[in-house]
């Protein structure tokens, strides 16, 4: 079966950004994968942070449960790497791992962060390191025992401040089908409820974006950048 790949910075990031995409492809009879390089412990936990005598193995223990339980519910293949967050730091192992990641699954598309995030760098981060992983899969000289991955386009999901990080998306889904789906996900991601309402909100302006763009009734979507160039047969493709 075709297979999709999401390498998301965060526990909670390929919910907000590419969960209707995940989704979606799983409904169609996709593979879809989800590697996250960290549960967001540190960072991105303010509301169990709030709670008496939290610890990070609490707060790790509770993101790993959210995360176990969204993916489920996206019908995603999940791994979780946890390589810790605020600061996070990848060392080339890892980018070796994701290269091999690549290859095993075989994605007919990358979904990942965008660089330019000024406000996480984490998300920074994780945009060059998907990139970087994806240029390795190709190089013959890689593990040479494993065949090499094919060029596959990356697509890059929404920044939370999308006006000031250089991101300009020429890429919506339509989401609607699952968009009941992407919320119940979002509702396994209690330690950020207040994103909740706020990627409803974000969903909500993309369909209509994507409805304006194409004279198709469209209430909910996601929109994406292309990363590389498309190579089309014919201009209907586009």
């Known amino acids: ?16 950004r590419s969960g209707g995409a995940i ?11 989800v590697v996250c390089l960290s ?14 005598g939290m610890t990070v193995d609490r707060v ?18 999940l791994r979780l790497l946890d390589h ?17 990641i690549i ?23 994780t945009s060059r390191v998907a990139q970087e992983a994806q240029i390795i899969s190709q190089a013959k000289g890689h593990n040479p025992d494993m065949p090499s991955a094919k060029p596959v386009p990356i697509l890059m999901y929404e920044p ?33 409820e207040w994103l909740w309402e706020y990627h409803t909100r974000v969903a909500l302006q993309r369909g209509n974006q994507a409805w304006l763009n194409s004279g198709r009734k469209i209430t909910h979507a996601e929109a994406y950048q292309t990363l590389f160039p498309r190579v089309v047969s014919s201009f209907p493709s586009i």
Request: hydrophobic share 40%; aromatic share 10%.
């Open 84 to 100: 810790g967050d605020y600061p996070m730091r990848i060392p080339e192992d890892t980018i070796l791992q994701l290269a091999d």
């Open 39 to 52: 549960l967001g412990a540190r960072g991105e936990s303010a509301k169990l942070w709030r709670q008496e």
């Open 160 to 192: 939370h401040q999308p006006e000031n990080s250089g991101w300009r998306p020429d890429v919506y889904l339509d989401i609607d089908p699952v968009f009941d789906q992407k919320r119940k996900a979002f509702a396994c991601m209690d330690a950020q």
């Open 103 to 125: 290859r095993e699954v075989a994605p007919s598309f990358i979904l990942s962060h965008a660089p330019g995030d000024p406000w996480n760098f984490d998300h920074e981060l």
């Open 1 to 16: 079966m075709p297979s999709g790949l999401v390498i998301s910075a965060h526990a909670a990031d390929f919910v907000w």
């Open 60 to 77: 790790n223990a509770e993101r790993t449960d959210e995360t176990h339980r969204a993916a489920e519910v996206l019908g995603a293949n």
């Open 23 to 33: 989704a979606l492809h799983a409904s169609e009879g996709w593979d879809m994968h």
